[in-house]
């Protein structure tokens, strides 16, 4: 099968979880022996650096990216706010990627042309009338119920109106694409359930994120149980969780084991949090290998109550074999089993209570652990995971 892979930033080098997401299902498509043709925005925040592609990558999916300046402009926005254009979306749009893929498809066939996100979908009336491919949305979030839980938390008086207009517009667009592809892959059951609620006739069909576990075989730690939170803090979900954990959580663990250690890492660590003197936390900002960070600890904590779609980083964590201990919220998307191969926690007082478990009875992080390692084996790894979503492509070119 011959597939056209549109990625709204570069999925090399995988470096977060939507680079991620995309570099492994392109990795799983060529290790079946499919043909993938890799076109990326590369944007200031997210450049594509072509030097830091593994040469056979480089050979096979012949990736090239075109700039598209994504940076957050007022003036910009303003004008998408009294034209109704969403500007979360338009400022994805390049005249340049649009000619390249035009120049592209009237050379090239392909059969499947695989959108990452929503935010590619603007490139979508000229694919349809260059190519005869499928057009298929991979949906890593739904869009609009991420800003709406972000625009429900915003504490601004002037930023909150704007955030919910902006959510509802993006609804409106988001479920309206729906009849304008010939398929969706939801990264998660729930998201494929709110999209079929709405009474399409597209097929979708749920393709989660996938890992080779065999990347991630890490023994767990001598010592007393750490914890610790990776992921990008520029992305505000993070950020809030947090600050929640520091300020409401960890005094509370504190008060029962003034022993204990939590290591928070990400890129574009705030300031403020960096400078904190809190006795057994320590905060970095980006570490040179997230697999080395996550197996120096033992438990991941994911505070998030704002989050949407599938949190890759558990995904990872658990592959690992490291106890995660999330919110409910944070959990969505993956088929866990609260207690057994994950901790759920939604208040302070219970987020505390679970890490202080782990403390109590240490050997507990290990063996959950161990059935979370075994969930990603069964459940969430690359290679079923392409023959699913192969299968379902397959339905979709059936005459």
């Not at 201990?325 to 207690?339: K, L, P, R, V, Y």
């Amino acid at each position: 099968m011959r597939i056209l892979q549109l990625c709204n930033k570069p999925p090399f080098p995988p470096i977060d979880g939507g680079s991620k997401a995309m570099h492994n299902l392109t990795r799983g498509l060529l290790n079946a022996g499919h043909e993938v043709k890799v076109i990326c925005i590369s944007t200031p925040k997210h450049p594509l650096i072509v030097d830091q592609v593994p040469p056979d990558m480089l050979e096979r999916t012949r990736i090239e990216g075109v700039f598209v300046d994504t940076s957050i402009n007022v003036v910009d926005a303003f004008t998408d706010l009294l034209t109704s254009d969403n500007y979360n979306i338009s400022r994805f749009f390049s005249p340049d990627l649009d000619i390249r893929l035009i120049r592209l498809l009237s050379k090239e066939h392909f059969d499947i042309v695989q959108l990452e996100s929503l935010f590619m979908t603007p490139y979508i009336p000229n694919i349809r009338r260059y190519s005869k491919a499928r057009i298929v949305l991979r949906s890593h979030n739904l869009e609009h119920v991420l800003q709406e839980r972000i625009a429900t938390g915003e504490r601004h008086f002037l930023k909150k109106p704007y955030r919910m207009f902006l959510a509802k517009q993006l609804k409106d667009y988001e479920l309206a694409v729906l009849d304008r592809v010939d398929g969706v892959a939801a990264i998660t059951p729930a998201d494929a359930e709110h999209y079929k609620a709405h009474g399409t006739r597209t097929p979708i069909h749920t393709i989660p994120f996938g890992v080779d576990p065999a990347e991630y075989e890490e023994p767990m730690p001598d010592g007393a149980p750490t914890f610790f939170h990776l992921g990008s803090m520029d992305w505000l979900p993070n950020e809030e969780g947090v600050r929640w954990l520091v300020s409401e959580v960890w005094p509370k663990v504190l008060a029962k084991h003034p022993e204990a250690r939590m290591n928070l890492a990400g890129n574009k660590m705030p300031a403020g949090l960096m400078a904190l003197n809190i006795p057994g936390l320590n905060v970095q900002g980006r570490v040179k290998s997230a697999n080395e960070f996550m197996a120096r600890n033992h438990a991941m904590v994911v505070p998030l109550f704002s989050a949407g779609g599938m949190r890759v980083k558990i995904v990872e964590g658990m592959a690992m074999g490291r106890c995660v201990i999330s919110t409910t919220m944070g959990a969505e998307g993956i088929d866990h089993t609260d207690g057994t191969d994950i901790l759920l926690a939604d208040t302070a007082e219970a987020f505390a209570q679970r890490m202080c478990e782990l403390l109590d009875h240490p050997e507990r992080a290990a063996i959950i652990g161990k059935n979370a390692r075994a969930l990603i084996e069964r459940s969430y790894s690359d290679e079923p995971i392409v023959r699913e979503l192969i299968a379902f492509y397959s339905t979709l070119l059936a005459p």
